[in-house]
Each structure stands twice: as C-alpha cells, then as structure tokens.
C-alpha cells in the first residue's frame, strides 16, 4: 500500500505566503485553492492534507500574520514602547498583504474564518506588559491604553498604506510625529 505524502512545514508556509497575495490581489471570496496550491508549486491536494478547506485556509493565513506580528512585537517589547510602534510599522511596512488581510475585514467575508483569539490577542501582549513595565499604565488599565496606542499606529500605517495623502507624503516624519504624541501621553506617573 502506498504512504500519503508528507508535507512539510516549508510547504505550509509557501501556501500561506500565496494564499496571502492571492487574497490581496483579489480578495478572500475569489481565493480558489487551485491557484494557492499552484503559486506555492503543489496540489489542492496538499491544501486539504494541511488546511482541510478555504476557510481553514484564510483563517490560518490570518494567525500566520497575528503569529509573525506578535514575534516582531516580543522582539521590540525590550527596548519599550516606541520601538513597539517602529515595529509595528516595519513589520506592516514588510508584510503588506497579511497586514491589509489581518485588518481589512477578511475575517468577516469568509463564512467559517474564525481565528483564534488567544492568537490574535497575543500579539498585543508585548505592549501590554511595556505599558505595565514602564509604569504607563496599571496592570487593570494596560489593555485599553493598548488598545489606544494600537488604534493610533493603526491609524497612521493604514493611511500611508491607502495613499489618502499622495505618493510625496513625508511618511516617517508623520510617523515619528505619532510615536511622539504616544509617548507625550504616555509618560511614568
């Protein structure tokens, strides 16, 4: 009797690194698993042996980008909170087509995409605890304060990212000037 084939970790991530662009090119509801698996150079085979369908497909592209966030963040978490928000960028600014599918919505248009929340709420546990650590915020108020500064770096990288102020817009200045604004409301009390 024949073995099924194995796939390995390195296929696994080609099919969601493609399966990524194929959803930022054309959006979550024209994903065909077809074309995932040949960009990453395999079958539909492999798709179902690794992912099981579409919606386990982009529901794990999206824990693929808030994993690889949260390890960019963890790695920033030491030099505190403005090297947090650089890295947000950076990470964005590297990683457009998870980022764009992480927050534009695709969770909602796929029927079953259901991330996990332990994943995507991980990923802003680096700042929570910056905050705690630098003595920015109690450990009861971290999470909200989090979730401002997230809402203003989000802000500001979604903008750069829609063009919203032309192609000549002085990004890393208006960038330096969030993180200064942060930083200016969040000082050790």
């Known amino acids: 009797m024949a073995r099924p084939p194995v796939?390995?970790?390195?296929?696994?991530?080609?099919?969601l690194d493609a399966a990524a662009e194929i959803i930022d090119r054309k959006g979550?509801?024209?994903?065909?698993l077809r074309d995932a698996a040949q960009a990453a150079g395999t079958s539909t085979s492999a798709v179902y042996a690794l992912f099981g369908g579409k919606a386990e497909l982009v529901t794990a592209v999206i824990e693929h980008g808030f994993t690889s966030f949260g390890r960019a963040q963890?790695?920033?978490e030491p030099e505190g909170l403005?090297?947090?928000?650089?890295?947000?960028?950076?990470?964005?600014?590297?990683?457009p087509a998870l980022?764009?599918?992480?927050f534009g919505g695709a969770m909602?248009?796929?029927?079953?995409?259901?991330?996990?929340?332990?994943?995507?709420?991980?990923?802003m546990m680096p700042l929570v605890r910056a905050?705690?650590?630098?003595g920015l915020a109690t450990e009861a108020d971290s999470p909200r304060a989090a979730l401002a500064i997230w809402a203003q770096v989000h802000g500001a990288v979604s903008l750069e990212f829609a063009g919203v102020a032309g192609a000549d817009a002085p990004w890393d200045a208006v960038y330096d000037s969030v993180l200064d604004t942060i930083e200016r409301g969040f000082r050790p009390a």
């Open 99 to 102: 980022y764009r599918l992480m």
């Open 7 to 15: 796939y390995d970790e390195a296929l696994r991530v080609r099919l």
């Open 131 to 134: 905050l705690v650590k630098g």
């Open 82 to 95: 403005r090297a947090l928000g650089v890295a947000y960028r950076s990470w964005a600014l590297h990683n």
């Open 108 to 123: 909602l248009t796929v029927a079953d995409c259901s991330p996990d929340p332990a994943t995507t709420q991980e990923s």
């Open 28 to 32: 979550p509801a024209r994903l065909s």
């Open 74 to 76: 963890a790695m920033a």
